[in-house]
Every structure is written in structure tokens, then in C-alpha cells.
């Protein structure tokens, strides 16, 4: 689950009609091409089963061509009727605290692959709802939202950024997200940004425009980072160690040692060392440097002992 999470949320302002709203968020995956949702999300909340169910039927075929998934919103029945790969449930709708049950009907439908997703509004229950087990996890809302009628706190960018570092599963964030915050949210670490607002237009092609141009934005936020951007954005390590890091990122020593989180996954691909923009994030937060000072900056407040990680500027890591 990466990239762009749109959600098909009825009754459309525009009037444009569930599958007309699909197309339009696919975006150029129906051709082949990359760039449009790779998740689907039927938000029906005056619907009936029945319609939803009528829906997602018109739904799918588009989906499954496109090769993305079609989660339907707080409704069991309608994703146990076939069309659904997956399932999306709030922290009060009906067996969100119960999954075991979840799957076990699900399997009875001939549906054992039925995805489940939650959502979470705080670092609580984000923990919590790791411990059921979900196939992915929401946290939100990131910023304020106008698709709920009385949301939940907003969490903002540094309560994604605790979330992401701690979940147990694939990350969506969720709640307000434009283009420039969906990068953001990537960049920290969300697996994918669920979208209503900012695909809400009037035509079509308009949709289909943005759903486009959000999709290629995410993909190029996440693409790993080559060691000469690492070593641009944090100039105090050199090259060489950053390189000898990438090569024990995945060392729950390394992390202990050096206060890194357990997410934090540097790698080698072939011969080259790379960088996830959560990894960098991860990596100055070691360091100890506040968001708003330059590393010129953070010399002279206590760059010479700021932690275990300085340390790699005198000494390998083996």
C-alpha cells in the first residue's frame, strides 16, 4: 500500500457518479502508466448496503484493470459481497476491537485475503490498533478537515512523524492532506496519504488531472535518497561514514547505540548506499538538531556532543 489513497466520497458535491469518480482517480494506471490511486476507498456514509454494493460492482472492474485496491468504509456486509478487496473501519464502528471475528467471516465468504484497515487518532490508539493486528493503520487527522462533521484533534506533522516511527503496520495519513503536505506526510514515513478534498471538482478530467499530478508528487517523495543528497542534508557525517551506516542500518545494536528508532533502514543496492527520506529525518533527529537552526548553528550550540552518532565522524561502526 503506497502512494495515493483516494477516497470516492457520496454524495459527490458535483454530482458525478461513483464509477465516473473511479476512472477519473485511476489516472494513468488504466493505461498501464504509474501515476494515479493505488487505493480506492468507497466513503458512502447515507448509502444503504445494497448501494454500496451496486457500487463497488460498478467499481471493481476499473480497479482490478488498474491493478489497485477497492476498500469499501464501515460496512462488513458490503465487503464480504465479493467486490471489496478490502475493509475500512473507525475507531467505533461495529468489530473494530473484534478482527479475529472480521476474518473469520471473511474466510466463511470464500473472502481470507479481505484487507482491514483502522483508524487511529492518537498515539494511544495507534498502538492499540497495532495490537489487532490490521493490515495497515491510519493516523489523523494530519491537518483540519472539512469531510467530518466533528473530527477528531488534529494530530499535525510531528504527531505523523511519532506515528510513523512507532507502527506496527503500513502507515496511511489521513485528514486534510493537499499536494505539499502529502509530500511531507511521505517523506516522514506514511506508506500512502488518503485524499477526499483535494480531489473534489467539478469535471472529470479535472480529477483526473490532480489524481495524476498527487500520485507522481508521492512517488518521487519516496524514491530513495543517493548518498551525495544524504551527505548535502546532513554535511556534519562524511560521505564514507555515511556509506558504512547504510551498511549496518538494519542493527538493532546500531539502533540502541545510537538512539535511532527501530524503522530507521539505510540499505546497499548494488554497490550503492540508500537513503529513505524518513531514514534522514531519523538520522539529524539523532543528532540532536532542532528543525529550525542550520548545522552551522547546531556547531556552535554542542555539535562536539551532541551524542553517540558524532562518533561516527572518529570511528567505524564494527
Known sequence: MQGLYAIVDLPHPHGLAPVELTRAMLGERLGGGDDGASVIQLRAKQATTAQRVQWLA?????????GTLLVVNDDLEAALSGEADGLHLGQDDPHADDLPTIRARATA???????IGLSTHDLAQ????GRRSPDYLALGPVAPTRSKANPDP?????????????????LVA????????GVRAIEVGASAVAVIGALVHASAERIREEAISLSRA??????????????????????????????????LGVHVTMGLPARFAPRIEHGRPLYRPCDVID?????????????DDWRARDGESTGPLVQLRSRPLH
Open 283 to 295: 538520522l539529524v533527529a539523532a543528532l540532536g538538531k532542532r528543525p529550525d537552526e542550520s548545522w
Open 218 to 251: 508521492l512517488r518521487l517523495a519516496a524514491a530513495p535518497l543517493e548518498l551525495d543528497e544524504v551527505h548535502r542534508r546532513i554535511p556534519v557525517l562524511p560521505r564514507e561514514q555515511l556509506a558504512e551506516l547504510a551498511r549496518w542500518g538494519d542493527s
Open 58 to 66: 460498478q467499481m471493481a472492474p476499473l480497479c482490478r484493470r488498474a
Open 109 to 115: 465468504a470464500a473472502r481470507p485475503s479481505l484487507r
Open 126 to 129: 495507534l498502538r492499540a490498533a
Open 174 to 181: 489521513i485528514g486534510g492532506l493537499d499536494q505539499r503536505l
Open 154 to 170: 488534529v494530530v499535525g506533522m510531528m504527531g505523523l512523524l511519532d506515528g510513523c516511527r512507532v507502527a506496527a503496520r503500513p
